[in-house]
């Protein structure tokens, strides 16, 4: 109220001044939501009776996923525009909703499609943006997340990432017949494509700075070793198999050397070395545990989990070595640290009262936001553009994928995958 | 007459030389007729005879002496023939002097008449030049006269007009004060009502504003989705063009908040919240016309 009474002295005053100088009213107050989107399903043109993918449902969920927008549901689709000049604005301003996304999805030749969209901004009554993406019927799914991105982009100035990929573990079977498989999917969780299987425990998924190789650890001669896998080929070469533990490999953002943890001293330290295996060099030396090495964006800093406080919380250590700076205080559990890409985000697990969940460290405010409201989440990934978490959260008695908005308004599982899934890792930015 | 050869020495003098001229002419005339009579006079002829050689002699003797009788008398005859024609001459002489002294005395009346006309003309002249003159001079001064009375009453004329001008100006002048004073206190008057009606107009826009400024905001604010995942700290200025009747017709983003979602949000906010509630009083749309909002989350 008193809000209220100052601005009015504010606008009279304003008044006794330049009558005729514009009135100035703050505007304080609004609901924080998504933004509303109608994504209306294409219209299709080819020879079955219905389109080999719903793009538009795609689109929706991945705008969805976000969580900065708000589709609306199908149900209350007023009109189902194919083109520009099909469409009636009033109708969607009618529902409220920002923007609007139509197009149509055609044959071009057997197994060959032609997808076309449009973008609106519907109070302006103005198209945005659009395209036309030719692709055969395996990529439809890509090129629905490449239209995904094209509107994030537009509406939001932001990268999109949803044409990306995650990789993570899953583990299946009983204790006497156990599998592991390492996979790569969509970032939807959809199209999972098996990179490696294992009867031994497969872990720490990291993605090269190009996207094509994926360093992990291996348990498959017994003990842990670190490999580097190319996605595409599947070839794949040891790198770190020094004597104990062998963990926690992060690919450097120049692509040329690997942070590791390694036992072959004694205790659990950081280490770094090139991917030629030619160099190695240890950055930590306390008696406590030091492990999860990520890299800050910039290349100069690590963030890892110690124990050495008496509990795990984490710390930033120079990658020339030097003391060890504490940066979590909350809570009696921080650990798994994933450093955003612009270098001011710290997302970790944060354990408290007995629970596990996904939080957010502020590193400009010292700020943590817990993101999530599982009891045992685990594994918080950045995606590249910064904007989504990507985490393994258990769902019953097993784990699944879930994907969590950076300011934690929206989490969504991800398509359910058999077994157990952990460790996600978001890729890099398609190239 | 006398006056006349008083007053014309020189003709006076002209006519003495010319009478003693004639005098001494008649006088030397005088002189010569004796001498022309001299060898007329007869002298007695002697006469002889002769023998022939003689008488021959006397013959030729007396031939000679005709001869020269003969030659006596035609000298004689001549003499008298010169004499008379001498006498004619005079006599011719005479009447031409006379004629001619007749002629000069009538030249001379004439002259004097003539002069004498001419001294009258010239004194006519003189006099009738002169009158004329007075008159001229009569009538320059008259004329002078006149000028001066046409100039004094020109002047006298110019001199009433300008007072009349200067006290029509005086007057004008005076009535223009009187006008423009009355104009002023009009004017101030005028001014001191629009002060008084500007006065009220706010009152009854601040009135009106502050009855809608509220509705206004709520109703934005209603309609405004703060997106969701926007940093902390964004603020948006939004220019708003209505039309009477609360409807936006323009919405101009005149400071970004740099984020293009926040910056749309407003926009849309701003759009979706059209038309905004306005005043029923008409007069007070100008107020509303334009709006700038301060889109400015508390968080």
Known sequence: MTKIVKLLILASMFIAAHASAALTIEITQGMEGAIPIAVVPLGWRGTGAAAPENIAAI????????????????????????????????????????????????????????????????????????????????????????????????????????NTQIAYVTSSGNSKNKSYTLLVADSDGYSPQTILTSKQPLMSPSWSPDGRQIAYVSFENKTAEIYIQEVLSGSRRKLASFKGINGAPTWSPDGRKLALTLSRDGNPEIYVMTIDGGDLRRLTNSAAIDTEPVWAPDGKSLVFTSDRGGSAQLYRVSVTGGPAQRLTFDGKYNAGADISPDGR????????????????????????????????DESPSFSPNGSMIIYATGAGNREVLSAVSVDGRFSQRLSLQAGNVREPVWSPFGK | ???????????????????????????????????????????????????????????????????????????????????????????????????????????????????????????????????????????????????????????????????????????QAAKEKAAAE??????????????????????RAESA???????????????????????????????????????????KVVRSSGDPLFDRSVETAVLKASPLPMPDDATMFKYFREINFNFKPDT
């Not at chain 2, 004629?99 to 000069?104: D, N, S, Y």
């Open chain 2, 1 to 171: 007459m006398w006056q006349a050869v008083r007053e014309n020495p020189r003709a006076v003098a002209y006519a003495l030389l010319m009478h003693l001229g004639l005098l001494l002419l008649l006088v030397f005339s005088l002189d010569w007729t004796p001498k022309s009579i001299k060898p007329g006079s007869n002298k007695p002829i002697q006469a002889e005879l002769v023998d022939a050689s003689k008488l021959q002699a006397i013959e030729e003797k007396k031939l000679a002496e005709q001869r020269k009788v003969e030659e006596d008398k035609r000298k004689a005859e001549e003499a008298v023939k010169q004499k008379a024609e001498a006498e004619r001459r005079q006599q011719l002489q005479q009447e031409q002097a006379r004629k001619a002294e007749v002629e000069r005395k009538q030249k001379a009346e004439q002259d004097a008449k003539k002069k004498t006309e001419a001294d009258r003309k010239k004194k006519a002249d003189l006099a009738a030049q002169q009158q004329a003159e007075e008159k001229r001079k009569a009538a320059a001064a008259t004329k002078q006269k006149a000028e001066a009375e046409r100039k004094r009453k020109a002047a006298e004329a110019a001199k009433k007009k300008a007072a009349a001008e200067k006290q029509r100006k005086a007057e």
């Open chain 1, 345 to 376: 985000k710290l997302a970790m697990v944060h354990g408290e009262g007995g629970r596990y969940r996904i939080a957010v460290l502020d590193l400009d405010s010292g700020l943590l936001r817990i993101l999530t409201d599982g009891q045992l």
């Open chain 1, 59 to 162: 689109i929706a969920a991945d705008l969805n996923r976000s969580g900065r927008f708000e589709s609306l549901p199908d149900r209350d689709l007023v009109a189902h525009p194919v083109t520009a000049e099909q469409v009636k604005f009033q109708n969607w301003r009618m529902l409220n909703v920002d923007n609007l996304v139509i197009g149509q999805l055609e044959e071009t030749t057997a197994g060959q499609y032609s997808v076309q969209f449009e973008l609106f901004d519907v109070f302006r009554g103005k198209r945005l943006t659009g395209a036309t993406i030719p692709a055969p019927a395996r990529d439809l799914r890509r090129v629905a997340h490449y239209i995904s991105d094209l509107i994030y982009e537009t509406l939001t100035g932001e990268r999109g990432a949803f």
């Open chain 2, 182 to 203: 009355a104009a002023a206190q009009r004017e101030a008057e005028q001014a001191l009502q629009a002060q008084l009606a500007e006065e009220q107009a706010q009152a």
């Open chain 2, 209 to 251: 504003l502050s009855q809608y400024i509220p509705y206004i905001q709520q109703k934005i604010q209603r309609n405004w989705l703060r997106p969701a995942g926007s940093p902390a700290g964004l603020s948006c200025l939004i220019l708003v063009k209505l039309i009477p009747g609360g409807e936006v017709v323009d919405a």
